[in-house]
């Protein structure tokens, strides 16, 4: 078991929440709770079946990928799901952390998860943050060295686009992924550098061209029909996977993580799913 300010301080250690992206995110401790921590539920939405499942499996801390709570407001909203989530919470006292963009930005967060479904280590020539953070306090240059939006991928050698599916696949373990590439050039295509973006890759991918740079591969969550458009047209490849695809299987690393350091029961939701389910 452990208190609650032993496990958000954990999280803050892995994942600093000063490299979260507040322009936008509502990231950290949402819904405090005075329990003791003996259960933890990890999921990428906190949904109403995965509240539920929570409540009942008695869990006293949900760590939630996203923020399940994301505009302001002024009053309780009992017709809105999230806000009849957060009552049911609140009455059971369970507590609800969010880290997302803290994760996205983090050395070893979601988006080095996806790096290492790639290939091994020694097949990759470098790794390069698209959006670095900058140092903020008492940080150094070596101290954020790593941190940041997106990553840039190059290997040693160029990698078959169908292996490189393959690969893709099998790290998410899900069934079929998209893919646009130009008419007759997937047979004898091959990919030497990936840009990498968990969940809506539009922001970053437009941000790694403003540096003057293009990779063979983006492989994201989704983007929209015209960015996805635009890169195919270039002789680019585009991997879209279903948004939280992209995040889901980084909460199986969280777990190992916490399970090392704390002395608390971590379980993954078995309600939490990608909103689109493939229909095969």
Same mark, same amino acid.
């Given at each position: 078991?452990?208190?609650l300010k032993q496990i958000t301080s954990l999280l803050n250690k892995l994942y600093p929440l000063?490299?979260?992206?507040?322009?936008?995110?509502?990231?950290? *401790?949402?819904?405090?709770? %005075? #329990? !003791?921590? $003996?259960?933890?539920?990890l999921t990428?939405?906190?949904?109403?079946?995965?509240? =539920?499942?929570?409540?009942?499996?008695?869990a006293d801390l949900i760590i939630a990928y996203h923020p399940f709570l994301f505009k302001k407001f002024n009053r309780i909203n009992p017709n809105d799901t999230q806000h009849q989530s957060?009552?049911?919470?609140?009455?059971?006292?369970?507590?609800?952390y969010c880290p997302h963009t803290s994760v996205d930005a983090a050395k070893n967060g979601v988006n080095d998860w996806l790096v290492s479904g790639l290939a091994l280590k020694k097949d990759i020539l470098k790794v390069d943050v698209?959006?670095?953070?900058?140092?903020?306090?008492?940080e150094t240059e070596k101290d954020v060295e790593g941190v940041g939006m997106g990553r840039y991928v190059e290997f040693n050698q160029s990698i078959p *686009?169908?292996?490189?599916? %393959? #690969? !893709?696949? $099998?790290?998410?373990?899900?069934?079929?992924?998209?893919?646009?590439?130009?008419? =007759?050039?997937?047979?004898?295509?091959?990919?030497?550098?990936?840009?990498?973006?968990?969940?809506?890759?539009?922001?970053?991918?437009?941000?790694?061209?403003?540096?003057?740079?293009?990779?063979?591969?983006?492989?994201?969550g989704e983007l929209s029909h015209h960015e996805g458009l635009a890169l195919k047209e270039?002789?680019?490849?585009?991997?879209?996977?279903?948004?939280s695809n992209t995040e889901r299987g980084w909460l199986k690393w969280l777990q190992n993580k916490l399970i090392a350091t704390e002395n608390v029961q971590i379980v993954l939701s078995q309600s939490d799913e990608d909103v689109y389910q493939p229909f095969i």
């Open positions: 078991m452990a208190s000063h490299h979260a992206d507040h322009a936008w995110d509502n990231v950290g *401790l949402l819904v405090p709770t %005075e #329990r !003791i921590i $003996k259960k933890i539920l990428v939405d906190l949904t109403q079946d995965v509240c =539920d499942e929570a409540i009942k499996g008695n957060l009552m049911k919470l609140m009455k059971q006292d369970v507590g609800v698209i959006e670095p953070v900058q140092p903020k306090g008492d *686009l169908e292996e490189m599916l %393959e #690969r !893709i696949k $099998k790290s998410l373990n899900l069934q079929m992924v998209q893919y646009a590439c130009l008419k =007759d050039t997937f047979k004898d295509k091959q990919i030497k550098s990936v840009a990498i973006c968990a969940g809506s890759g539009g922001g970053v991918f437009s941000a790694l061209h403003k540096q003057g740079k293009k990779a063979d591969l983006y492989y994201t270039q002789g680019k490849v585009v991997v879209i996977c279903g948004h």
